[in-house]
């Protein structure tokens, strides 16, 4: 698991070790300049091309750049093939500014070409006399130029932007936010022309972010690298933040795991925690006890639907799935999937919504829905609906919501469908404004609903009490129709086969949810395998994934 430190986590953690006269900041500089260093001389042995820059900030699995976590580093510099190889340091006032003067004394000495554009009259001072001493080129502040400064990066090699770090206050002022606004735009139309473009490696966090809240609230250079001191902070793994950090690389510079949150409130799953998710099925396990999964979804007009959420169920190792709709939907679903019931009957799991429209124009699935909300919700006696169950609350069923839900409902809208959520509930947004600030919305629907929520995107974030995963691991080819339906199924099954657990701790339910979130993305990337991917692809590649998440 990820933990994301918050920046008054992280200055906690330093402070004891400031006092004690640790050198953080050398060796984050290390760090810092070894890392560029050999991102210099790699691009420099393999050309640099946009295309071979986009292909170094994506893994061999295709995997985008906010969702490549690499393990710690140990400091030090070694000297290599970058001499002669130009760098600018984009250096603010505080100590991330600092950081990025010491490293570019570093690479000075190592043979590179190095200025430095001070944003502040006054900047760390003896980082700024390291540079110097070392043969470093420094713009003070009252020399800047907007197009000076453009044209130098242009220039470059590489840039290490340290205007600011975990200091941070809001969108970038001047002259940082102007410089920036002017870096980005450059950045564009180098893309559209294909010029070159330096690496950009951002010095703790990208310059402007929300470091807690992952936002963007002004104009952000965006990262190829960002190698981060310590820990991962919130923003580098939240959206929309995480989609300018690039590949995120965390430098062990010593404030040691014990320090960190004791209560983490930002966190990324990986393969191990989603493979502790999973319920093996043992010796004495049969189709009950491992979850059996209740289905309402598809209509006459959407029964694909039904099929997609039906394999997804089933792909990720059901006990058993009860599909109920009309028989158009329920026809297709035993066509292609043989092994379902279409019988009522006990369910440990409900996947409710995907493929019935939020028009009424199917009452038969709208009173099915109404019944297994009832259940989940608890407002009918349990002699009627079986008993209180997770749940996955879809598309249509989101707009059926008459009573505040507990925390084993997930519901699992897109932005839009969120917007929608939201403006039932009384808040002017629109999708563009749930886009710019995902999870600070997908926050206000877990408090206003009681639910956990599931917002989809490029970076999923899941939202319980207290506690927010952001996991990027699908590949953007995994936005494609269907593929929400297959992730529906599939947390059923996660949710049926935990039900025992997640009813004793609803907090539990988010966990699973991450999990299913983990299996959906990898299994996207294993069905791409870097090209197009069909849902249906997806849901045949999980019990691949499912056997290589348990065997590592
Ligand atoms: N925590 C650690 O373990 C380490 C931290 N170090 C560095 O120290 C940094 C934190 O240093 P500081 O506390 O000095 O803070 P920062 O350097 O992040 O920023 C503080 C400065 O930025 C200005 N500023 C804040 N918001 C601004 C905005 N929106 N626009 C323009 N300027 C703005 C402030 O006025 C202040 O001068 C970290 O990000 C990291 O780079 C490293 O030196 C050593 C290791
Ligand atoms: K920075």
Same mark, same amino acid.
């Given at each position: ?9 992280? @200055? ?8 004690? #006269? ?19 001389? @790699?691009?420099?042995?393999? +050309? ?9 900030? $994506? ?15 140990? &400091? /030090? ?8 190889? @130009? ?36 900047? &760390? ?10 043969? /470093? ?14 044209? *130098? ?11 600011? %770090? ?41 310059? %402007? ?8 609230? /002004?104009?952000? $250079? ?20 995480? &989609? ?17 949150? *004791?209560?983490? +409130? ?36 959407? !029964? ?40 009522? %009957?006990?369910? *440990? ?64 809208? &897109?932005? +839009? ?6 403006? #039932? $509930? ?11 600030? !995902? ?17 989809? /995107? ?12 952001? *996991? ?79 065997? @590592?």
């Amino acid at each position: 698991m990820i933990e994301a430190w918050t920046a008054d986590e992280i @200055r906690a953690a330093e402070k004891p070790l400031l006092d004690a #006269g640790t050198p953080l900041m050398d060796r984050a500089a290390r760090a810092l300049a070894r890392t560029a260093l050999a991102d210099v001389a @790699r691009r420099r042995s393999a +050309g640099s091309s946009p295309r071979l820059r986009l292909a170094g900030a $994506l893994g061999s699995d295709g995997v985008p750049g906010p969702g490549r976590v690499r393990p710690p580093r140990r &400091h /030090g510099v070694s000297r290599n093939a970058a001499h002669g190889a @130009r760098a600018v340091l984009l250096v603010g006032a505080g100590n991330n500014g600092g950081d990025a003067l010491f490293a570019g004394a570093h690479l000075a000495r190592s043979g590179m070409r190095v200025t430095a554009f001070l944003v502040a009259s006054a900047v &760390h001072a003896e980082g700024l006399a390291a540079l110097e001493a070392a043969g /470093g080129e420094v713009i003070a502040r009252s020399e800047l130029r907007v197009p000076v400064v453009v044209e *130098q990066v242009a220039a470059a090699d590489v840039v290490l932007d340290g205007l600011v %770090g975990v200091g941070s206050r809001g969108a970038l002022r001047p002259p940082s936010g102007g410089i920036v606004r002017a870096l980005v735009e450059s950045r564009a139309a180098a893309e559209a022309t294909g010029a070159p473009w330096p690496w950009v490696i951002a010095v703790d966090v990208p310059s %402007g972010i929300g470091v807690d809240d992952g936002s963007v609230p /002004g104009p952000v $250079l965006p990262a190829d690298r960002t190698l981060t001191f310590g820990a991962h902070k919130p923003g580098l793994l939240l959206p929309p933040a995480a &989609h300018v950090a690039g590949v995120v690389e965390v430098a062990d510079v010593g404030l040691g795991a014990a320090q960190g949150p *004791q209560v983490p +409130g930002t966190l990324r799953m990986e393969e191990a925690d989603a493979a502790a998710v999973l319920r093996v099925p043992g010796v004495r396990d049969h189709k009950y006890t491992r979850g059996v999964v209740g289905v309402v979804a598809g209509t006459e007009k959407y !029964p694909g639907a039904g099929v997609l959420v039906a394999a997804g169920a089933v792909r990720s190792g059901a006990g058993m799935v009860r599909a109920l709709g009309p028989t158009t939907v329920t026809d297709r679903i035993l066509t292609r999937h043989p092994e379902v019931v279409t019988a009522g %009957g006990r369910v *440990q799991s409900w996947v409710l919504g995907p493929g019935i429209p939020s028009d009424g124009s199917d009452a038969g699935q709208d009173r099915r829905v109404y019944g297994a909300l009832a259940a989940v919700t608890g407002v009918l006696d349990a002699e009627v609906t079986g008993g209180v169950v997770p749940a996955v609350i879809d598309a249509g069923a989101m707009a059926m919501l008459e009573h505040r839900l507990p925390e084993i409902a997930v519901l699992t809208p &897109h932005a +839009g469908e969120l917007a929608e959520l939201m403006r #039932g $509930l009384g808040h002017e947004v629109d999708r563009a404004d749930i886009e710019a600030e !995902p999870v600070r919305w997908a926050r206000a629907a877990q408090r206003a609903t009681g639910a956990t929520v599931l917002l989809k /995107g490029a970076v999923t974030v899941i939202v319980g009490s207290g506690v927010t995963f952001a *996991q990027a691991e699908a590949p953007a080819w995994l936005a494609t129709a269907g593929a929400g339906d297959v992730l529906a199924g599939l947390l059923g099954t996660l949710l049926a086969a935990r039900a025992d657990d997640v009813l004793a701790d609803p907090s539990l339910t988010s966990r699973v949810a991450a999990a299913a979130v983990v299996l959906h993305g990898r299994a996207g990337a294993l069905a791409s395998g870097g090209g197009p991917v069909s849902a249906t692809d997806v849901a045949d590649a999980l019990p691949r994934v499912i056997a290589d998440v348990l065997a @590592r």
